[in-house]
């Protein structure tokens, strides 16, 4: 990631160095100034104060100015590092399959995002600058230092010694500290995003206590690691400190000592001094990039393994095109079971001719959503093969697949904005009049048209402006315009009410007339206008016929269809 914003990572290394060697020459021009410039003076010759002021002014504005410029280069280069990576973590989350989606929650997904990139973002916008400026002070110090009084350089070798045992120390604690304080802070973060997804469920059990204490106890643990490496902080600051000023306090008292017996100027001393304590400061800081790299490496870590993920449903190497498609599907000895497992569908024959609809029934994990999650390819088979017009839909390109079967879920997830759009969705690029008519060929289109701001109407967050029928009806009209030659209906019109399935059946003839349909449904109302019924229980298809034939035939779906005349039999 580094290596397209190499150039400008390269010129801020400059500058830093320049920056440094700006400040550098400070103490140095101050002891000329005190030991050659005033005497000169005092000779009449104000030649040498003049150039050492002059000096000293315009090495103190070119390092304020490079300071300045080092800072703005190093923002752009970390801040380009940071969009491509924010972009690549965002790709990569797009392209994993349902699988990881379904065990990887979305409050650590919030956390990548969010804790963990910010983290990277404050190492990257100062950290790196401030170690390579902290170490080119402690060098060119150390060589300043060396060049006006080798004695005194020798005092700051022996102060040196118990600032990198601080230092050291400080390392082993702030590692361990800090990595606790970013777990506890992304446990925080998807514990938050947790109760806030499922708020109505802890409204509606009366979770909001059991839920607080949850909270407050991660909240404390984020606290007490957060109080703990504030507390190594300040012994770290404080103990650097101690040496600094001690440091300084020695060296005063044996350079004064050699000025008092003129073996040193007071020049000297007092460039002395303030190179003593220029360079004992840039261990702080080093200190405290410690703390933001540590910060960041924890950090980097969980970034790192979530772009090593690997879909397990991934895009074909030489993927066959389908422009057009028939619908004809076809499992062949299909064996299929979640992750590591058990078989959730053992040697799953089935045809269904192109046009078809075909419903599949059974009791509640039987495998019917199976059928259709591995149609639809969001998860792929452990053997066998699901064709598509005789191809394996693991062949076949992405676009292509899409276009060709659509599926329509209970949950019937709306974008935030407006009706259009999220209708839009099945055809990005329809008109408003085609959008109306699918619309209009689901029967939603009276129940828009009556809002205040018809299809400019905002849904609002996760549509909750609109009744979960309501919403189920928007996914309809978005399939309609999709217009598949393979549609695929998951329990699509269970939020629906009785008026609301009734106008869904009508729109659903439109819907399902001259492509191929596999509806997954409870109830038998939609089920019954299907061409095909087929009766599913662990994975394995007990009864196939129509559902005239299934009823007169006194197996499973004839129970099935006698306990649902019963319910249409009993009074309100």
């Given at each position: 990631m580094i290596r397209p914003v190499a150039r400008p990572a390269a010129g801020a290394a400059v500058?830093?160095?320049?920056?440094?060697?700006?400040?550098?020459?400070?103490?140095?021009?101050?002891?000329?100034?005190?030991?050659?410039?005033?005497?000169?003076?005092?000779?009449?010759?104000?030649?040498?104060?003049?150039?050492?002021?002059?000096?000293?002014?315009?090495?103190?504005?070119?390092?304020?100015?490079?300071?300045?410029?080092?800072?703005?280069?190093?923002?752009?280069?970390?801040?380009?590092?940071?969009?491509?990576?924010?972009?690549?973590?965002?790709?990569?989350?797009?392209?994993?399959?349902?699988?990881?989606?379904?065990?990887?929650?979305?409050?650590?997904?919030?956390?990548?995002?969010?804790?963990?990139?910010?983290?990277?973002?404050?190492?990257?916008?100062?950290?790196?600058?401030?170690?390579?400026?902290?170490?080119?002070?402690?060098?060119?110090?150390?060589?300043?230092?060396?060049?006006?009084?080798?004695?005194?350089?020798?005092?700051?070798?022996?102060?040196?010694?118990?600032?990198?045992?601080?230092?050291?120390?400080?390392?082993?604690?702030?590692?361990?500290?800090?990595?606790?304080?970013?777990?506890?802070?992304?446990?925080?973060?998807?514990?938050?995003?947790?109760?806030?997804?499922?708020?109505?469920?802890?409204?509606?059990?009366?979770?909001?206590?059991?839920?607080?204490?949850?909270?407050?106890?991660?909240?404390?643990?984020?606290?007490?690691?957060?109080?703990?490496?504030?507390?190594?902080?300040?012994?770290?600051?404080?103990?650097?400190?101690?040496?600094?000023?001690?440091?300084?306090?020695?060296?005063?008292?044996?350079?004064?000592?050699?000025?008092?017996?003129?073996?040193?100027?007071?020049?000297?001393?007092?460039?002395?001094?303030?190179?003593?304590?220029?360079?004992?400061?840039?261990?702080?800081?080093?200190?405290?990039?410690?703390?933001?790299?540590?910060?960041?490496?924890?950090?980097?870590?969980?970034?790192?393994?979530?772009?090593?993920?690997?879909?397990?449903?991934?895009?074909?190497?030489?993927?066959?095109?389908?422009?057009?498609?028939?619908?004809?599907?076809?499992?062949?000895?299909?064996?299929?079971?979640?992750?590591g497992g058990p078989i959730v569908l053992p040697h799953l024959d089935l045809h269904v001719p192109a046009g078809q609809s075909v419903a599949l029934v059974g009791r509640t994990g039987a495998g019917k959503s199976t059928v259709a999650k591995l149609l639809a390819r969001f998860y792929d088979v452990r053997d066998g093969a699901v064709l598509l017009d005789g191809v394996d839909v693991r062949e076949i390109a992405p676009g292509d697949l899409r276009r060709a079967v659509v599926m329509v879920t209970q949950e019937a997830y709306l974008f935030s904005g407006s009706i259009a759009a999220n209708i839009a969705i099945g055809r990005p690029g329809a008109t408003a009049a085609e959008v109306e008519a699918a619309a209009r060929a689901v029967g939603v289109h009276e129940l828009v048209a009556a809002m205040p701001d018809g299809y400019d109407t905002d849904v609002d967050k996760r549509g909750v402006r609109l009744s979960a029928g309501q919403r189920q009806l928007v996914s309809f009209a978005r399939a309609f315009l999709a217009d598949p030659a393979v549609l695929v209906l998951d329990e699509a019109t269970s939020s629906l009410d009785v008026p609301g399935e009734a106008q869904v059946q009508r729109g659903l003839r439109t819907l399902l007339a001259g492509r191929t349909a596999v509806v997954i449904a409870h109830r038998l109302s939609t089920v019954m206008g299907s061409d095909r019924v087929l009766v599913v229980d662990d994975g394995r298809v007990l009864e196939d016929g129509s559902?005239?034939?299934?009823?007169?035939?006194g197996g499973r779906f004839a129970r099935l269809h006698e306990e649902w005349q019963r319910s249409l039999a009993a009074p309100a």
């Open positions: 500058l830093v160095v320049l920056a440094q060697l700006a400040l550098v020459a400070g103490p140095a021009l101050v002891a000329y100034g005190i030991d050659n410039a005033l005497p000169a003076l005092r000779e009449g010759r104000s030649g040498p104060l003049v150039l050492a002021s002059g000096v000293y002014l315009v090495a103190a504005l070119a390092g304020g100015w490079l300071g300045a410029a080092t800072v703005r280069a190093s923002a752009r280069v970390s801040q380009t590092i940071l969009l491509e990576l924010r972009r690549r973590v965002f790709r990569h989350t797009q392209r994993l399959d349902l699988e990881f989606h379904e065990r990887y929650t979305s409050g650590r997904i919030i956390s990548r995002q969010t804790s963990d990139l910010d983290a990277l973002r404050e190492l990257l916008d100062g950290g790196l600058t401030t170690l390579a400026s902290s170490v080119l002070a402690i060098a060119f110090t150390a060589i300043g230092l060396a060049v006006l009084d080798w004695r005194s350089g020798l005092l700051l070798v022996a102060a040196v010694v118990p600032g990198i045992v601080l230092t050291r120390w400080f390392q082993v604690r702030s590692q361990a500290q800090y990595r606790a304080s970013r777990t506890s802070a992304a446990r925080l973060v998807v514990q938050f995003v947790e109760a806030m997804t499922g708020i109505r469920a802890v409204q509606a059990f009366r979770r909001e206590a059991q839920t607080e204490a949850a909270y407050d106890a991660l909240a404390e643990e984020y606290r007490a690691n957060s109080a703990e490496a504030i507390r190594v902080n300040g012994v770290f600051d404080t103990g650097l400190t101690l040496i600094a000023n001690v440091t300084v306090a020695v060296v005063l008292l044996v350079g004064g000592l050699r000025v008092l017996d003129g073996g040193l100027e007071v020049g000297v001393l007092i460039g002395a001094v303030l190179y003593t304590r220029r360079f004992l400061a840039p261990l702080g800081q080093i200190g405290m990039f410690y703390n933001s790299f540590q910060s960041a490496t924890a950090a980097l870590e969980k970034v790192a393994a979530l772009l090593a993920e690997e879909p397990t449903v991934p895009d074909p190497v030489r993927p066959v095109a389908l422009p057009s498609v028939r619908g004809d599907l076809r499992f062949a000895d299909v064996t299929f079971g979640y992750g559902p005239d034939e299934l009823v007169a035939a």
